[in-house]
């Protein structure tokens, strides 16, 4: 049963409802300061999984073409035009309260918890481990981090946050059903790797969090996809066509 999914987005449904509430409640510099703590725990997760990186050219490779290729097809662009349709969509029902925030600050901050919730190597590999061994201590782990996240951040963004469940859901539920065939074709290197790209995802994104920099995180997506495939590739021929170099 997939359980570590389902406690994920009822975290973030219960998150986003509370915020929409004590929204009004909350002074700005309130919500400023726990943002910011936030982003810290982002980062501080993103470096837990990076250190455990096997292959470092892999790893920088599988980002840079990620990024690269979501670049290309435009693909931060597509999920600001989901951000807004989401937005649209619930505005219909229930009136948002973000009127007073510039429409930039409100897409930037959208992505960051879109990519947060929906994109995190976290998310993902613990969505793929639940499905294969019934562990959900990671998902559990990140359910926390998002209930409090989605409060803080629905303050500001309002309903449209509620919405964001759906796509991680679907997503989650996707590698969960997929976990048991996924998870016996990796070795622990591939595993390792693939986390530290996550790793450098969370990174970014608690960069944005804490509006440091605002790091292409949507267009980095791709790269999740690749590094596991050119993993392999490294430690199968790369490496053993070096060794035999020297």
């Known amino acids: ?73 435009h693909l931060g662009q597509w999920i600001n035009k989901g951000g807004a349709a989401m937005q649209d969509f619930i505005s219909r029902f229930i009136k948002s309260s973000n009127s007073t925030m510039p429409e930039t600050e409100f897409t930037n901050s959208l992505i960051t918890i879109i990519v947060l919730a929906c994109a995190s190597g976290t998310g993902i590999y613990g969505s793929i481990v639940s499905g294969m061994s019934g562990d959900h201590t990671m998902l559990i782990t990140k359910s926390i981090l998002d209930l409090f996240t989605f409060i803080i951040f629905a303050t500001t963004l309002g309903p449209v946050t509620i919405t964001i469940a759906i796509p991680q859901f679907i997503i989650f539920m996707l590698l969960f059903l997929c ?13 390792n790797d693939f986390k530290a790209v996550g790793g450098i995802l969370l990174l970014a994104t608690g960069f944005r969090m804490i509006k440091v920099k605002m790091f292409p995180t949507a267009d980095m997506i791709p790269a999740m996809i690749i590094v596991m495939p050119l993993s392999a590739f490294w430690t199968n021929y790369v490496v053993p066509f070096l060794s035999s170099l020297g």
């Open 1 to 73: 049963m997939p359980i570590g999914v389902i406690f994920n987005t009822l975290c973030i449904i219960a998150g986003s409802i509370i915020g929409v509430i004590l929204g009004p409640r909350l002074k700005d510099d309130f919500k400023e300061n726990l943002t910011n703590i936030f982003g810290c725990c982002a980062m501080a997760m993103g470096i837990s999984s990076i250190v455990l990186i096997a292959n470092l050219p892999a790893v920088i490779l599988s980002v840079i073409i990620g990024t690269i290729i979501g670049m290309a097809i």
């Open 179 to 191: 976990g048991g065939l996924i998870y016996p074709l990796t070795t622990p290197a591939m595993i």
